[in-house]
């Protein structure tokens, strides 16, 4: 790879990664999505916990826009070498979200935890993860699609949630990741669909993935594993942020419903591979330079039956015989009627033997008809004398 390409290449991955992070931060901030200014006391930490969870996101759906950017300028026929450097390039560039949350989180103060160092930590494991996330984006096709089906739909249920809270006189509220809440909803309900939330949208968006992938003609495995990329990101988020320890659960339920959404995500994408569907008939495809026509069969020789049957069927009825036709006279066969024992047939008389021609050979006779005739010839002359 030429050094002006690598150059440009780990320019755009590192570059659109870290403005990704800082506008979805910059828009969090702005929709109080994110609030990094509050005073928590021991009872409120696992507000600061699902903040935590919203940073690691970011950081990784950055590098993963990075990824998919600097794709765009890979070199045609690029190996794994340099994705890999193009998946270090945008997680470095992700890892701006750091110093972006540290710097607000000085005034927040939350009792037991050092806000500025536990922000930092997570957002550098969320670019570190991002790494991964960012090389799967530039290796599969399948993976950027589902990457954006969640990114996309995660976006859109915390602008849902917090919307309510735009209107003139009201206030906003910090929402937790992958989990509708708007106000409009009692605390049951919304504890209900925390569970739901997350594992309902990798569902659907493995099945939509999936079939997108069955359409275009990948292989099962690939369409299996398509519903795994977009969940994957906020169980891992959900993992550094961790499952809280108060007692109404205000994290441990998101938590748990994200330990479940990547295999929700598979559940989808491997029912889009197995679903059975009616095969379509494929025209023959017309021969290019690449795949050249299939050789046909020359003309075959007609059959000796074929020909036999065809010379019968031009004669005339009278001249046809049983083994032209395959049809045979009742008349012609031997009666038979279970009881009556068959009759041999009878023999042949022979027939006597042609004279040949010129002289004939007499037969030689054998010794006892030789004494025969001598004993007719005497009895014979002793008769004379008797008349």
Request: proline content about 9%.
């Amino acid at each position: 790879m030429a050094f002006r390409t690598s150059v440009k290449l780990v320019g755009v991955a590192l570059g659109v990664a870290a403005l990704a992070g800082a506008s979805q931060l910059g828009l969090a901030y702005g929709l109080g999505i994110v609030v990094l200014s509050r005073t928590l006391d021991i009872t409120m930490r696992d507000h600061w916990t699902a903040q935590l969870a919203w940073v690691a996101w970011f950081a990784m759906t950055a590098a993963v826009v990075g990824g998919i950017a600097a794709r765009r300028h890979l070199p045609r026929g690029s190996g794994a070498g340099t994705r890999l450097v193009s998946s270090v390039a945008a997680g470095i560039g992700a890892a701006a979200v750091a110093p972006l949350t540290m710097q607000p989180a000085r005034s927040m103060h939350v009792d037991g935890v050092q806000p500025v160092l536990v922000i930092g930590i997570c957002a550098a494991l969320g670019a570190s993860a991002g790494i991964f996330a960012a090389y799967a984006a530039l290796s599969r096709s399948v993976a950027r699609w589902n990457f954006s089906t969640v990114g996309i739909a995660v976006w859109v249920i915390a602008l849902v949630s917090v919307a309510p809270g735009l209107a003139p006189g009201k206030t906003t509220s910090a929402v937790r990741l992958g989990v509708l809440e708007p106000e409009f909803l009692s605390a049951d309900v919304i504890k209900r669909t925390a569970l739901f939330t997350m594992p309902a949208l990798a569902l659907l968006a493995g099945l939509a993935v999936g079939w997108s992938a069955r359409r275009h003609g990948l292989s099962t495995l690939t369409i299996a594993l398509a519903g795994l990329a977009g969940p994957a990101l906020l169980t891992v988020s959900y993992l550094i942020a961790g499952p809280g320890s108060a007692d109404d659960q205000y994290q441990a339920v998101p938590y748990w419903a994200a330990m479940t959404a990547a295999g929700a995500g598979v559940l989808g994408s491997v029912l889009a591979a197995v679903l059975r569907r009616s095969p379509a008939v494929q025209p023959p495809a017309s021969p290019t330079p690449d795949r050249p026509a299939l050789p046909k069969r020359g003309a075959q020789p007609e059959p000796t039956i074929a020909r036999a049957a065809a010379s019968a069927a031009q004669r005339p009825q009278e001249q046809l015989r049983p083994s032209d036709t395959g049809v045979f006279s009742m008349k012609d066969l031997p009666s038979f009627d279970g009881f009556t024992p068959q009759q041999p047939p009878p023999q042949q008389q022979p027939v006597p033997p042609q004279p040949a021609r010129g002289r004939a050979k007499r037969p030689r006779q054998r010794p006892d008809q030789q004494q025969q005739q001598q004993d007719n010839v005497a009895t014979w002359v002793s008769g004379l004398g008797n008349g």
